[in-house]
């Protein structure tokens, strides 16, 4: 089947844009529930924006992409019929117990697994299969040969990102907003830490990064070029990222990848001009490239230079004047384009940058309106625009803006009749003395016939024919159809006025394009009171003594935790495969041992889970594709699913659970009073918490230790510094923050505060949790075991709340942080929590 193009919409000028460009759907949020909070429709909006968007033969997929709160769900169930009554063709979701819910809701309504549910292989995709999905979105950084894989393994629909804005952490396993703002990206509140400059420490060293400051801030993704191979490839849908662009961005990215993947349906090369590829660097861009689409090259996916809009390079500073500054120029310049001179903010750390709209060009002391590339020309903008001093030769020049890109899209945005047509044919029967009918049917099989009232006269003159019903039937502008194709069915010869054959055209479109635009009908059921009592919790009359688990990620830890003898050990180590004397050590000193699985598993990394499972550890699941490849797994250890498995709600845990696991930890999304509430629902031995940790706020494909320690593209030619060196990120504020690899080589950035659960452990404990976890970073053995005697003190009546927290901040040497367990002021105000 022919992929669909599929354009992002913000707002009413954005979906004009992209069905006048000829998308096959958009995407769209509506009101709550939805990861772009600052945009999208209203509910009252919605059924007349379905209605519009299937009158011209355009989907509508309404993004309910976020994690919901177990005091949302009576919402969330509201909000789900109402979209499934105004006829959404699927919904995007993230949170697994929520698709199952939408689906047991309305069995007809699509679900289609949101890229935040972090998919990148064919058992990721069956385990949201397993909740309702009929299709994935994949993660943004598989390569092609990922994406064959998984297509080859699995039936299900595959949707990929194509162009847009790159994050530089796995959906969906982003916490820096969490973390640092006390703002879900989960929940449609990306902070855009990512976008920020950092300094990098090496062993504890400033390393100076040259221009590259910005090194979490990744380029823009474009895939136009990769279109025949993904058409060749199977993938069901190819989506554009952007619902925070304007119309001119819908407008000119929809219908690059409408041509382009109209030309590899039709087995013609791409035939993208030079002047069209500009345009789309134009309207946005922080750089485009393919980046993991087409491999993994950690040099070439972040720049670094600068975290936003840069457009196209125009030329390079050679030297300023009193008026102006001089260029050379790589492209051509004119008055009024807005043009930029790229400082590098390391050379200016307030981040302003110079520039503003061309006011004229020199050459040799006189005006001119042209200057050819290659050349060099002095540039001068309005009064008190630009400050030639600061301005530095060898500076990159961008132009940010270019006034006459409105006149290249103004077409597809300002058109009174619709551009982008549907096909349509037509059949007309026409025989003396009886009834003529037309009948219109459209691309989806969809028909409509229409009558006149009297039977077809005998022809005195010229008789109606095949000819005629062509040039009549054809006039289709301002319809939004065209006419593909005319059959006809003629005896007479009989006589039929223009007038009469042109008002049966109008009403044949007008029934088609009605009929076209009715919702469908859904069995809609409320269904949330019933999968509640169906989740209600078997609790215990005696509570277990309090237990600490503790993850270490070293050698030298794991000896000072050995010495402590915690109710358990996990082990997380970079190099999996050295695992297995740390378990045999682990076991041998007769402590329960358990091995951390990686977050993220690609098509060829399937072969870990044996390895995992040859280990005879228990397993702390990470990854929604282990969890669904462990399900046919026999004699399997005790599985134990972790934060990234995003558990925000009753529905999904105890969904979670009903899969194989012992115990499941929260995300971090949830505060501790939330924790508290889910404790509550699912029952309190179901539940592993985490006690102290350092927050992991990214978790990227993308190595920095690559990328600035090597000069290799990837783990075949890096060197393998993330063997001998400890890095890390220093923020504005100073908070220097720890890098770790794991045996994918991607990176997690840790937060550098130690994050502590002391002002909530004696709630926690009271509700009647008893599984608290310990993890470590770069923790010296002799912090290990501090921080275990610490905790272990507390749990035993030892020490007070207020004296853990104290011992725990004389610790760490950055301090220590509440982080995502910070129940905000008025939370108890929120909707009660649902009754099981």
């Not at 209605?51 to 005091?71: M, S, Y």
């Not at 060749?232 to 929809?254: H, M, P, Q, S, W």
């Not at 690059?256 to 791409?270: F, I, S, T």
């Amino acid at each position: 089947m022919k992929p669909e193009v599929m354009s992002p919409v913000g707002g009413w000028p954005q979906l004009r844009a992209a069905v006048e460009a000829g998308a096959d759907a958009v995407f769209f949020g509506v009101e709550g529930f939805h990861a772009r909070a600052k945009v999208g429709f209203t509910n009252e909006e919605l059924p007349d924006l379905m209605r519009a968007l299937h009158e011209r033969g355009v989907l509508g997929f309404v993004t309910f992409n976020i994690l919901v709160f177990d005091r949302e769900l009576r919402g969330a169930e509201r909000q789900l019929i109402h979209l499934a009554e105004s006829g959404v063709d699927a919904i995007i979701v993230q949170d697994h117990g929520v698709a199952r819910l939408a689906h047991e809701i309305c069995p007809d309504l699509p679900i289609h697994g949101s890229t935040q549910m972090s998919i990148t292989s064919a058992e990721g995709a069956e385990l949201a299969r397993r909740f309702g999905a009929s299709r994935v979105v994949l993660g943004r950084e598989l390569s092609l040969r990922d994406i064959g894989r998984i297509a080859a393994a699995t039936d299900m629909e595959l949707e990929t990102f194509v162009h847009g804005a790159l994050c530089v952490s796995y959906s969906g396993q982003c916490f820096s907003s969490e973390a640092w703002g006390g703002r879900s990206a989960n929940r449609g509140q990306c902070a855009q830490a990512c976008r920020l400059p950092y300094e990098m420490l090496v062993d504890g060293v400033h390393r100076d990064l040259g221009d590259a400051r910005y090194l979490l801030s990744p380029g823009d993704l474009y895939a136009l070029h990769q279109v025949p191979d993904l058409v060749n490839l199977g993938v069901n849908c190819l989506k554009i990222e952007g619902r925070y662009k304007d119309a001119d961005f819908v407008a000119l990215t929809t219908a690059a990848y409408r041509k382009a993947v109209d030309e590899a349906w039709a087995g013609l090369p791409l035939s993208v001009t030079p002047g069209e590829e500009r345009d789309l660097e134009q309207v946005y861009s922080r750089g485009l490239g393919p980046h993991f689409i087409s491999g993994t090259n950690h040099q070439g996916v972040v720049r670094g230079r600068a975290p936003r809009h840069r457009g196209v390079r125009v030329g390079t500073v050679r030297g300023t004047t009193e008026r102006g500054v001089l260029v050379e120029l790589s492209e051509e310049v004119k008055p009024g384009d807005g043009l930029v001179f790229d400082p590098a903010n390391w050379r200016t750390p307030e981040g302003r940058e110079e520039g503003g709209f061309l006011y004229g060009l020199w050459q040799r002391g006189r005006q001119v309106e042209a200057v050819r590339p290659g050349e060099t020309a002095e540039l001068r903008f309005g009064r008190g625009a630009v400050d030639p001093s600061r301005v530095r030769v060898g500076d990159p020049v961008w132009r940010t803006h270019d006034p006459t890109l409105g006149t290249r899209v103004r077409p597809l945005l300002e058109a009174h009749d619709p551009i982008h047509t549907r096909p349509v044919t037509a059949h007309f029967r026409g025989h003396v003395g009886e009834v003529p009918a037309l009948t219109l049917t459209d691309e989806g099989g969809r028909s409509v016939t229409v009558t006149l009232e009297g039977p077809l006269q005998p022809a005195r003159n010229r008789a109606v024919d095949e000819a005629g019903l062509r040039e009549q039937l054809g006039k289709l502008g301002g319809t939004g159809y065209h006419l593909a194709g005319l059959s006809a069915d003629l005896s007479g010869p009989g006589f039929l006025p223009v007038s009469a054959l042109n008002a049966l055209r109008r009403e044949a479109v007008e029934g088609l394009t009605a009929l076209r635009g009715q919702a469908p009908e859904r069995r809609i059921t409320p269904r949330l009171d019933e999968v509640l009592r169906e989740v209600a919790p078997q609790l215990s009359a005696h509570a277990p003594q309090p237990r600490l688990h503790v993850l270490v990620r070293t050698p030298e830890q794991l000896d000072a935790a050995l010495a402590e003898r915690p109710d358990s050990i996990t082990l997380d180590y970079l190099e999996l495969y050295g695992l297995k004397p740390s378990v045999e050590r682990v076991r041998d000193a007769g402590i329960p041992v358990r091995v951390a699985s990686p977050r993220i598993l690609k098509p060829t990394e399937q072969n870990l889970q044996k390895f995992l499972l040859s280990l005879n550890a228990d397993i702390l699941v990470r990854s929604g594709g282990l969890l669904e490849g462990l399900q046919e797994a026999p004699n399997l250890p005790t599985l134990t699913g972790d934060f990234s498995l995003n558990a925000a709600n009753v529905l999904t845990t105890r969904a979670l659970l009903d899969l194989g696991l012992n115990r499941v930890t929260p995300t971090h999304d949830l505060n501790a009073r939330q924790v508290t509430e889910l404790a509550a629902l699912v029952g309190p031995g179901r539940l592993e918490v985490i006690a102290y940790q350092h927050l992991p706020v990214f978790h990227t494909e993308h190595c920095v230790f690559c990328r600035f320690l090597s000069q290799g593209t990837d783990y075949t030619n890096c060197g393998h510094p993330c063997e001998s060196h400890r890095v890390a990120l220093r923020d504005e504020r100073g908070v220097a923050h720890p890098v770790m690899a794991d045996v994918g080589c991607r990176n997690t950035v840790f937060e550098g505060r130690p994050q502590v659960a002391g002002a909530h452990l004696t709630t926690w404990l009271d509700s009647g949790l008893r599984d608290f976890r310990l993890e470590f970073v770069h923790e010296t053995p002799e912090g290990v075991r501090e921080v275990i005697r610490a905790h272990r003190a507390f749990l035993m009546g030892e020490l007070s709340a207020p004296a853990l927290a104290a011992r725990l901040q004389a610790l760490s040497d950055q301090g220590t942080t509440e982080g995502s367990l910070f129940v905000p002021e008025g939370f108890d105000r929120l909707p009660a929590l649902p009754v099981l």
